[in-house]
């Protein structure tokens, strides 16, 4: 079988005469069975013929003989998911509650009311909440019916509507993923920040092992209780593997290659081994911000309504698919959580 690859219009018209010979535009170009040639090579001829043209159109158009239907995303995971936790849908609030570590007192100290059995100190409660962020829509509507006009096979009419109502989900999906980029780059809810070593191009390997360094020097200092790296400036700390780490490409790929692909050992020092998750994504904050590390609970976000319905409008045989997705999202301000910022960000 002969592959034509970017075929002329002309080209075309002959394979199509060929394989049609007794057609009428086979005619009007004027095609010789025995050369396969055309006498006519200007196809504009067709302008004052119409009814020749629409055959030649109808012949060409059945020649589609597979149509394959493509899902732009295909395979997508939403980076943040990690942080999804299970929502009520009754009321819109949820209170989020800790408490604070007790005094410690001398037993001999009479002040401090030791002696008294009934003078124990009132716990210290820090409150939080999460609400609703979010009521996102999206709807399609789909024509089965017309549409399968244009499809040469079952398969195929249901394959593309089946992508185009995954996609409702997909556009709700890269919407929550822009608007937690957004949370974690706000100062109101991650308010501590870091000044990591900047890393401006690729090969920068003494750059981006100083950087990796710094990095894992402050994931050191979080697993010590401190009042240092969360916004309630309570005391608390967050366990070796309990981290993720927010980087945006840039230094992720820098690591990749300039820290672990050329330190001897590296699997010692390796992601897995101090983060439970490193999460790609382009940052949300400014050119000099690098990402975030923080505590796996220092952020949550869940659903308040996730629904799709659909109606039928039986007057033009078409159905109406809407879907709903009410977002509950917020930081926790008692969970450790801090701004990595390249050298000379300000703040």
């Not at 009132?122 to 999206?138: C, G, M, Q, R, Y």
Request: include cysteine; hydrophobic fraction near 40%.
């Amino acid at each position: 079988m002969k592959t034509i690859k970017n075929p002329t219009n002309i080209q075309i018209a002959k394979e199509l005469c060929k394989q049609n010979p007794n057609s009428k535009y086979a005619s009007l170009l004027g095609y010789d069975k025995e050369t396969g040639e055309l006498a006519v090579k200007d196809l504009s001829i067709f302008t004052s013929t119409p009814d020749v043209a629409n055959e030649f159109l109808s012949d060409m158009a059945n020649k589609i003989i597979v149509q394959r239907a493509y899902d732009l995303f295909r395979g997508y995971e939403m980076p943040f998911s990690s942080f999804m936790r299970e929502m009520g849908r009754l009321g819109d609030a949820e209170e989020l509650l800790t408490a604070e570590l007790a005094s410690t007192a001398d037993w001999s100290d009479s002040a401090s009311g030791s002696d008294n059995p009934f003078n124990a100190s009132k716990p210290s409660i820090k409150l939080a909440w999460v609400k609703t962020e979010d009521k996102k829509v999206v709807g399609v509507r789909l024509n089965y019916e017309v549409w399968a006009g244009a499809f040469v096979s079952e398969t195929g009419l249901s394959n593309i509507s089946g992508i185009i109502l995954k996609n409702l989900r997909d556009s709700v999906e890269e919407y929550l993923r822009g608007a937690i980029k957004s949370d974690l780059a706000s100062t109101s809810i991650v308010s501590k920040s870091q000044v990591i070593t900047a890393i401006s191009g690729a090969g920068e390997t003494a750059n981006a092992q100083k950087a990796y360094e710094e990095i894992l020097e402050l994931c050191t200092k979080m697993t010590i209780p401190s009042t240092s790296y969360n916004t309630s400036e309570v005391k608390t700390f967050t366990p070796k593997g309990r981290f993720v780490l927010v980087l945006n490409p840039r230094y992720f790929s820098s690591f990749k290659v300039n820290v672990f692909a050329s330190l001897f050992n590296s699997d010692k020092i390796g992601e897995d081994k101090y983060f439970k998750e490193v999460i790609v994504t382009d940052y949300a904050g400014s050119n000099d911000e690098i990402g975030v590390l923080l505590d796996e609970e220092a952020y949550l976000f869940g659903n308040r309504i996730d629904l799709a319905q659909s109606i039928l409008n039986p007057k033009t045989m078409e159905i109406n698919t809407y879907y709903h997705r009410w977002i509950k999202r917020a930081g926790v301000p008692f969970r450790q959580a801090v701004r990595l910022l390249g050298t000379g960000s300000a703040e």
